[in-house]
């Protein structure tokens, strides 16, 4: 069955340390993005990537960067300069054009200790 | 930039009550898409809507698209436990390269 699949579901790291986040999909979707969600807050779009070896900013992408190397994977790297990195971090894939929905991974749940 | 302005952020229901919450927009949207997010999951598509006056059904769940095609409303008929959740309203305008504009969800509970 096709989906997309973020790992590690739980992630621990000691403050000043980088952490990469996979984001898998094998739904053979063009675009893929990453959200990040705090308590009792929305969505709110960290980047995003249409095509391989292409991607923008969202609205909080400091602190943050990625790759697309392939089509299936958009890693997500939280670095030491995210001043806030704790919070709940969604990936999702879509067809590309007007008219479709995202489909959700089932999140990453980041503690800085 | 685009704004989503959904209502309400918070409800609690009481089983077998009706639920209902809207999204309003500053622009045009050309589809509208409502989801639901278990705790601790990724958000899940419940109805997607594509055209100005569409009501479509899922269950017991029915949205429908603004003929002003500037807000939607989701309802929930008969609510059960299971349907404790975050629901988030998206939508897309004409140009948007089919990024979503996310509301900020409304979190349902249940009554105490």
């Known amino acids: 069955d096709g989906g997309i699949t973020q790992s590690p579901k739980y992630l621990f790291r000691k403050e000043g340390q980088n952490v990469t986040l996979s984001c898998e999909q094998n739904?053979?979707?063009?675009?893929m993005y990453w959200y990040r969600q705090d308590p009792g807050q929305g969505l709110r779009l960290i980047y995003y990537?249409?095509?391989?070896?292409?991607?923008q900013k969202g609205d909080i992408a400091e602190g943050y960067s990625v790759s697309r190397e392939k089509k299936e994977s958009f890693p997500l790297t939280v670095t030491s300069a995210q001043k806030n990195p704790t919070a709940f971090y969604l990936c999702?894939?879509?067809?590309?054009?007007?008219?479709?929905?995202?489909?959700f991974g089932s999140g990453t749940r980041l503690t800085v200790v | 930039g685009q704004q989503l302005n959904q209502s309400p952020q918070s409800m609690f229901i009481q089983e077998g009550e009706d639920v209902s919450m809207n999204c309003t927009s500053s622009?045009?949207?050309?589809?509208w898409l409502w989801y639901k997010q278990d705790p601790g999951e990724g958000p899940v598509l419940l109805i997607a809507?594509?055209?100005?006056?569409e009501l479509t059904s899922n269950g017991r769940l029915t949205a429908q698209f603004g003929i002003t095609r500037k807000d939607s409303f989701l309802n929930i008929s008969a609510s059960i436990p299971s349907d404790v959740g975050i629901y988030f309203c998206?939508?897309?305008?004409?140009?948007?390269?089919?990024?979503?504009?996310f509301g900020k969800g409304t979190k349902l509970s249940v009554k105490p």
């Open positions: 999702a894939s879509s067809k590309a054009g007007e008219g479709y929905g995202y489909t």
């Open positions: 739904l053979n979707h063009d675009a």
């Open positions: 990537s249409q095509i391989v070896n292409d991607f």
């Open positions: 622009s045009i949207f050309n589809t």
């Open positions: 809507l594509y055209k100005a006056g």
């Open positions: 998206a939508g897309q305008f004409r140009g948007s390269q089919g990024n979503l504009i």
